[in-house]
């Protein structure tokens, strides 16, 4: 999510819509644009977004601890620019798009920084709960921020359901096991809230690029945008990969930039490509999908369920059993951010 377990998102975002149409008429909440679409695909593509992050998920983490977070992150960043890239040749819109730039500041931040600093979390933390820590704790940093910068009203209610989701995250992840593990935690902790506050920023700036595409009657649709998304994030990560590769190998750790090996990097490649479709390709795609005519509110609602999908997924794939602490707590954070989804 960055744009796939991380998920950039503004909690008033404008949906997305197809370059070739024009944007919505004021107070309306969607793009006419043919006929309406059935309301039971929509919800069916938000479900399948929130399967696809967390799928994305769990091959990020085997990705990661074969090649190294920063490793991982280039190569699957790679891949998606081509893909993604090709689409948005095809479509030929691009240039055309006078707001690109607010779409690659967003994915510099949301991308970029938030998903290299997430791909050394998840060797770290795993899955289950890096996925928890970044899907529920920036939804209410986006919100403080809008507060904070755009004057945006904050509810009552939006604060309690904020504070819920943040308190849910504290239980999940209170400390445990001995001090070692407790420090290799930290370290997966503060990369994970990193990874949050770059993400939440780069929500604000999201919402921002898809109000100016909107001015302009030149929304793009999903693969577009996040095409622009992950081109403005992949010098970040490319920078973040030549200065890994410098680091001496007698000084890596399994946890951050192991000692790679042939063998290591030939396994490495499916775990890679499945982070790279199921995360950036398809979940974004089917993510601004939703978006284009269901409300926001509904999409994101459901998205919010993601660390609670992961948890089966990494218990299976990962051997990564949770405690019905970790339970407990990951319910009360997903119902905290549904909960703001829905009064914001």
Known sequence: MAADVNPSFSLKEVPARSCMHPSPAPGSNSIESGPARPQN???????????????????????????????????????????????????????????????????????????TAMFQALPRLGSRLTVLLVACVTPPLAAGLEWALLDTRLTVEAIFFGLLALTGVGVALAPRGSNGARDHRAVGIAWALTSALAGAVGAVVNRQAFAAAAAQGMVPDGATA???????????????????????????????????????????????????????????????????????????????????????????????????????????????????????
């Open 41 to 115: 695909a929509l919800m069916a593509a938000a479900c399948l977004t929130t399967f696809l992050w967390a799928l994305s998920a769990v091959f990020a983490v085997r990705s990661s601890r074969l090649l190294g977070g920063t490793e991982a992150n280039f190569w699957r960043l790679t891949i998606a620019l081509v893909v993604l890239g090709a689409w948005a040749a095809w479509r030929g819109e691009v240039i055309a798009n006078a707001s690109w730039h607010w779409f690659a500041w967003s994915g510099l931040l949301g991308i970029g920084l938030g998903d």
């Open 226 to 344: 996040a095409f622009l998304r992950v081109l403005g994030g992949y010098g970040i990560a490319l920078v973040a990969w030549q200065l890994a590769a410098r680091v001496p190998k007698a000084q890596r750790t399994a946890a951050s930039e192991p000692r790679l090996n042939r063998l290591q990097k030939w396994r490495a490649i499916p775990w890679v490509l499945g982070n790279a479709i199921f995360g950036l390709i398809l979940g974004v795609s089917f993510y601004q999908e939703a978006l284009s005519e269901l409300p926001a509110g509904v999409v994101l609602a459901v998205t919010s369920l993601t660390p609670l999908t992961v948890i089966p997924l990494a218990w299976w794939l990962e051997g990564d059993r949770p405690t019905i602490r970790s339970l407990w707590g990951t319910i009360t954070a997903v119902l905290g951010v549904i909960g703001l989804v829905w009064t914001w």
